[in-house]
């Protein structure tokens, strides 16, 4: 039972703090073709989330704007065998009300140093440690070493929806983008995705970030709600001008929502900038990629 409890708590949707590693389609190797070709063909059976509770999966966790919902197996999160037809979580995303399966995770409980697996490719797992709502929210505990922690060890597969970065890069910036409805940019950074998320149903989640890492009085988080919903607005005209949107435009609107952020809550903006990617206290928001 401590090792399901200790699963369910390592098994975060992946966290701002990570960095992945892209594998693009085109450069595939064989082991990675046969292990995509029996995941897909294992996933076809949860296309339907009904199909995913009668097998064993379940919710967990929230919907996140680059992860969509992770649903977990309980019975095969706890345990250390590899099957890349039996993956341990799924990943579903909202799209005009129903849930589409867009991928696949699967996982490998790993204890205080000891390193991810080796197979079914050198570089294939990134390692998890923290409580399941700081890691879902960005917020890492700090003066802790994750390699003297029990971690889970995590493989992605985006099979549903194409990921720009990789069939294998953890986080997939194309979901907001699907959520929203409108086509995917060839190229997407993670400020693009966070903005589309602003018009694609996602201000509720940012919301919940914002009070995890600052707790704002009531009129303060006001005041950061408005600036969400102002630069939301922008967000919505810029997509709804543009047959493909302009990823650089909307990194543009989510830089300016963090300097609104910063000037609406200065007090909390130390424990709010890491949210926004933001580096240091300049007024101007160069927005690092901290996915």
Same mark, same amino acid.
């Given at each position: 039972m401590r090792l399901l409890l200790l699963v369910l708590v390592l098994?975060?949707?992946?966290?701002?703090?990570?960095?992945?590693?892209?594998?693009?389609?085109?450069?595939?190797d064989s082991v990675q073709v046969a292990f995509l070709a029996d995941a897909t063909h294992a996933l076809a059976a949860f296309a339907d989330p009904a199909d995913a509770l009668a097998a064993g999966f379940r919710p967990l966790?929230?919907?996140?704007?680059h992860m969509g919902q992770h649903w977990v197996h309980p019975g095969r999160a706890v345990g250390r065998a590899f099957d890349a037809a039996e993956p341990s979580?799924?990943?579903?995303?909202?799209?005009?009300?129903?849930? +589409?399966?867009?991928g696949a995770a699967w996982t490998i409980p790993i204890r205080a140093g000891e390193a991810p697996p080796d197979f079914p490719w050198p570089g294939a797992w990134h390692a998890h440690a923290g409580r399941l709502m700081d890691e879902a929210f960005g917020l890492v505990p700090h003066g802790v070493r994750e390699a003297d922690r029990p971690r889970l060890a995590m493989l992605h597969a985006w099979t549903g929806i194409e990921n720009p970065d990789g069939v294998f890069t953890a986080d997939n910036w194309a979901l907001p983008f699907a959520r929203a409805g409108v086509p995917v940019p060839h190229h997407v950074t993670p400020e693009a995705g966070r903005a589309v998320a602003?018009?694609?149903?996602?201000?509720?989640?940012?919301?919940?970030?914002? +009070?995890?890492a600052a707790a704002p009085p009531p009129d303060?988080?006001?005041?950061?709600?408005?600036?969400?919903?102002?630069?939301a607005a922008s967000v919505r005209a810029l997509i709804a001008a543009e047959r493909?949107?302009?990823?650089?435009?909307?990194?543009?609107?989510?830089?300016?929502?963090?300097?609104?952020?910063?000037?609406?809550?200065?007090?909390?903006?130390?424990?709010?900038?890491?949210?926004?990617?933001?580096?240091?206290?300049?007024?101007?928001?160069?927005?690092?990629?901290?996915?």
């Open positions: 098994a975060a949707p992946v966290a701002a703090q990570h960095a992945h590693h892209a594998h693009a389609a085109a450069t595939l966790g929230p919907d996140m704007p979580m799924l990943t579903y995303l909202p799209v005009d009300g129903r849930q +589409v399966l867009t602003l018009a694609a149903g996602y201000l509720p989640f940012y919301r919940e970030a914002v +009070v995890r303060v988080l006001a005041r950061i709600e408005a600036a969400f919903a102002h630069r493909v949107p302009d990823v650089e435009a909307l990194a543009a609107e989510w830089a300016r929502l963090g300097a609104e952020v910063e000037a609406v809550a200065p007090d909390a903006w130390p424990r709010l900038a890491g949210l926004f990617g933001a580096q240091g206290h300049t007024g101007t928001h160069a927005i690092a990629e901290g996915d």
